[in-house]
């Protein structure tokens, strides 16, 4: 599996190389969310706001209301945390073409409590007009842009940033409300998103290998949530639905599963991966993983249960699986 | 619309729309049983200069009489509220209103600069109207949605970066509440205005002490603002926020490289005596039996008969 590093700072450079409206707002944080190379290439169009998140929120609104197309830039929880009504007020209700690109999602960081976005999908997906993506490999990165392009009303970008997988073949683009089927199967119907998606495949080769059909399900659109192809995988499952978020389980993903199930009369037992109910602390990624139960054993002890059936896989096999490019066109057909 | 006829004649005119802004908001006060009227009090000068004299705006572009409440912001859905302020042009001051509880203030005061028709008041807060008592960017006047306070000088800081960027000449004039001065966005504005050397905007503060609870000084104590405005990098201006032509100079202070903030000092009771009994709690005036509402009536009576 190949590794990128710094796939948002260079992709954002040429991106925004002939779209002149694209102005980009940081909060203090222009090495860490990766807008150094943006602030370098064009000067004109960086400004530097400071540690004053309301401020930043309010005055992106306002120049997005005169034409311009702010791409603010912070860790999530700066954002939706300390400055929710500016989003509310000043973006959201007015529908403006804001881009919030929100870094640091759960516990990709070992900052701790005051850093982890733990419900950030959960809190923004009650407003209405927000648009919510989350990514999860270098593919997703590089297209994110495109997809919020289409998009008239205001968008926040769950980021991964840094040294990041490609899961996807770089032609195979993020498409918005469009979720990527990973493999389809009649036993578990499995929907990841984010950083949950890589740890995820580390289980499913194996699982498939010993005979658990599993249609596995990459979400990239948060809301709107509602692409027809997932409720009909998820209709396939004979056994279980399974989510695995680096969230809350209340709010995020395995929320929005719930209610598609709910809405589309799907009755099978749902089972969510995620942070139950609980604030983390600071530790390393692999760490909290582990402690939280959103690792790959996790994932199998999952199947397990639901399946109600011992399939003899353990830790150092699942440490010992090679990730390579999972291609739409190369779906594993567990059937 | 400014006067060219001399000092004497615009100053009649603001005087005029004021002491008219100051009748409305009674009348509706008396007839709605209930409105912000000390804010319309305090405020009725600060807005009749604005409107007759700073403000550099074209002609209203919204209909006499504003249509109800057409949805909430949504592609292909145009709010009316800005347009009583006129078109949209490089040259053209904006006027963004910071304290939404003020719109019955400004909805006074484009009723008597010709903007609105005096019957859309008696829409006031009604169901379905869009003159609402606490408006939003669907209401008359308004540009921007700031009910929850504090907001306005940041996107007027985004609006008026946006307006240099694109070589515009007019300016960004933002209409706030002191209570406003107790918000830490307020403080971040101010900072962002003052760094990235934001002139094109100026602030009027309705400075008139008073806030829900009761006078600012008790609820959550503000000053000294001037030196606090100073101190975050402002041009900062004191004025009588009842003296016409004091207002008006203030706007012309210099202030280049830096935001102008106009301390205006008001009386939340200008104009309608009888509301100092009521002092400190003026934040939303409703007559309480028959006996206040026949004194106010008999005062509102008074106050009609005299005219400019």
């Known amino acids: ?335 | 619309m400014s006067s060219s006829t001399g000092t004497a004649s615009w100053t009649d005119e603001a005087a005029r729309v004021a002491h008219g802004i100051r009748c409305r908001a009674l009348e509706l006060t008396l007839e709605k049983n209930g409105c912000y009227l000390s804010q319309a009090l305090s405020s009725a000068d600060i807005l009749a200069v604005l409107y007759t004299r700073v403000l550099n705006i074209g002609p209203s572009r919204a209909p006499l009489t504003p249509p109800p409440f057409g949805g909430v912001p949504r592609p292909g859905l145009h709010h009316l509220g800005a347009d009583y302020n006129g078109p949209r042009a490089p040259h053209y001051d904006r006027l963004l209103l910071s304290a939404a509880h003020y719109a019955v203030a400004v909805y006074a005061a484009l009723v008597e600069t010709g903007r609105m028709a005096p019957e859309a008041l008696s829409e006031f807060n009604a169901d379905g109207s869009s003159v609402e008592m606490i408006g939003a960017e669907h209401s008359p006047g308004m540009e921007l949605t700031t009910g929850s306070f504090g907001q306005a000088l940041s996107q007027a800081g985004g609006v008026a970066l946006a307006r240099r960027l694109k070589g515009e000449s007019g300016k960004v004039w933002v209409f706030m509440s002191d209570g406003e001065c107790e918000e830490g966005q307020t403080w971040e504005a101010v900072q962002a205005l003052a760094h990235h050397g934001l002139d094109n905007v100026g602030v009027y503060i309705d400075v008139n002490g008073q806030q829900v609870d009761g006078l600012t000084r008790d609820v959550m104590n503000i000053e000294p603002l001037a030196d606090r405005f100073a101190a975050f990098g402002a041009a900062v201006v004191t004025a009588d926020g009842h003296d016409i032509e004091a207002l008006e100079s203030a706007a012309r202070s210099g202030h280049t490289g830096r935001p102008l903030v106009i301390l205006c000092y008001t009386n939340s009771a200008q104009g309608v005596e009888l509301l100092e009994e009521r002092k400190p709690n003026l934040h939303f005036v409703r007559f309480r039996n028959q006996d206040e509402i026949n004194r106010y009536r008999g005062y509102l009576r008074e106050m009609q008969r005299w005219r400019y």
């Open chain 1, 1 to 335: 599996m190949e590794i990128l590093t710094q796939v948002h700072e260079k992709n954002l450079v040429a991106w925004a190389k002939d779209r002149p409206e694209v102005v980009v707002f940081s909060g203090d944080l222009t090495g860490s969310t990766e807008i150094a190379l943006f602030k370098q290439h064009y000067p004109d169009r960086f400004f530097s706001l400071g540690m004053a998140e309301q401020n930043m929120m309010s005055f992106a609104g306002g120049m997005a209301r005169d034409g311009f197309t702010p791409f603010v830039h912070t860790f999530a929880v700066f954002m939706y945390r300390r400055a929710l009504d500016q989003i509310e007020m000043s973006i959201a209700y007015p529908n403006l073409r804001v881009r919030m690109f929100g870094f640091l999602p759960g516990i990709t960081t070992p900052g701790g409590v005051s850093h982890q976005a733990i419900n950030d999908i959960g809190v923004l997906r009650t407003l209405p007009n927000m648009t919510i993506l989350e990514t999860g490999d270098a593919t997703d990165v590089e297209s994110v842009l495109d997809v919020t392009q289409a998009v008239e009303g205001p968008v926040y970008v769950r980021m991964v940033r840094k040294d990041i997988p490609r899961l996807f073949p770089a032609a195979e683009r993020m498409q918005l409300g469009k979720a990527r089927i990973l493999s389809r199967g009649s036993d578990i119907a499995l929907v990841t998103a984010g950083i949950c998606t890589e740890e995820a495949l580390r289980a499913t080769t194996l699982l498939a290998a010993k005979g658990v059909s599993i249609s596995h399900i990459h979400v990239t659109t948060h809301k709107p949530f509602g692409d027809p192809a997932v409720a009909q995988q998820l209709a396939c499952a004979r056994r279980a639905v399974i989510t695995m978020e680096n969230h809350t389980t209340i709010g995020g993903l395995g929320s929005e599963v719930a209610e598609m199930m709910a809405e589309n009369g799907i009755g099978t037992p749902l089972v969510r991966l995620g942070l139950r109910d609980t604030y983390a602390h600071g530790a390393s990624r692999e760490y909290l993983m582990r402690e939280y139960g959103l690792d790959a054993i996790s994932l199998v002890h999952a199947v397990e249960q639901a399946l109600d059936e011992r399939l003899e896989i353990d830790e150092h096999e699942l440490a010992k699986v090679r990730l390579s490019e999972f291609s739409g066109q190369m779906q594993l057909e567990a059937l």
